[in-house]
């Protein structure tokens, strides 16, 4: 089983629907961050959290500590956002991380 | 602007044949990192730097080679004993943010094609 695992592996929604990604952990972290890789492969940094909830437009993470638990959340989405979405555990030390293997993201206009 | 380089962005190699893959920051971050992704795989680590001329091996290092002789620097080298090199190359740096927490920073990558 692997440490970090995320759900769905892949997701198709129509412009404008609400989507949801999850990423459970099991191991013992010190923050989680939620990437986003385009086609092109780049990846850039969208969260970096230990607790509650951060909002960027119209991103939305929140992580559940006791329950091991991370969600990402998108609004009113847009062809844009199509992309794979990895979240990623700091471990303990919060100098590696743990790599889930990311949801795969299609919105349709 | 701050950030990772990585290049080229394609690279194309005959089997047997070392190659190396060139991953310069100008963030001024102490630790570097190299990262493998295959398709539809997670980020698996290769190696990482803490600070310069120390490196440690990840957790997939057979066949790769390193070095860190200064710190803008971390080029990878895969070798021919690396039995499957055809894969997304991802360099990433870090840096201790004010809660004392590391977030890395990812380069553009380099796609890997061994014939």
């Known amino acids: 089983k692997n440490e970090v695992e995320q759900s769905p592996q892949n997701l198709t929604a129509q412009e404008g629907e609400f989507i949801t990604i999850n990423c459970s952990y099991s191991?013992?972290?010190?923050?989680l961050h939620w990437l986003q890789q385009h086609p092109g492969g780049g990846i850039v940094s969208l969260f970096m959290?230990?607790?509650g909830k951060k909002k960027h437009g119209r991103l939305i993470a929140t992580i559940n500590i006791q329950e091991k638990h991370s969600s990402l959340h998108i609004t009113a989405s847009h062809p844009r956002d199509s992309a794979v979405y990895i979240c990623?555990?700091?471990?303990?030390?919060?100098?590696?991380?743990?790599f889930g293997g990311g949801t795969r993201l299609m919105v349709k206009p | 602007d701050g950030g990772i380089t990585q290049s080229p962005k394609y690279l194309f190699r005959k089997e047997g044949q070392n190659v190396t893959l060139s991953c310069e920051q100008n963030?001024?971050?102490?630790?570097m990192y190299w990262y493998r992704q295959d398709p539809g795989q997670g980020l698996r680590l290769i190696y990482y730097?803490?600070?310069?001329?120390?490196?440690q091996k990840g957790d997939i290092a057979e066949g790769y080679s390193v070095s860190r002789e200064k710190k803008e620097s971390f080029p990878l080298t895969v070798t021919s004993a690396q039995k499957n090199p055809t894969a997304f190359y991802l360099c990433?740096?870090?840096?201790?943010?004010?809660?004392?927490?590391?977030?890395?920073?990812f380069g553009p990558g380099t796609r890997l094609t061994v014939t």
């Open positions: 963030l001024n971050h102490d630790a």
């Open positions: 990623a555990a700091l471990n303990n030390a919060g100098n590696m991380l743990t």
């Open positions: 191991v013992g972290i010190s923050a």
């Open positions: 990433a740096s870090s840096i201790g943010n004010r809660d004392g927490r590391v977030e890395q920073y």
């Open positions: 959290l230990s607790s």
């Open positions: 730097s803490q600070i310069v001329n120390d490196f």
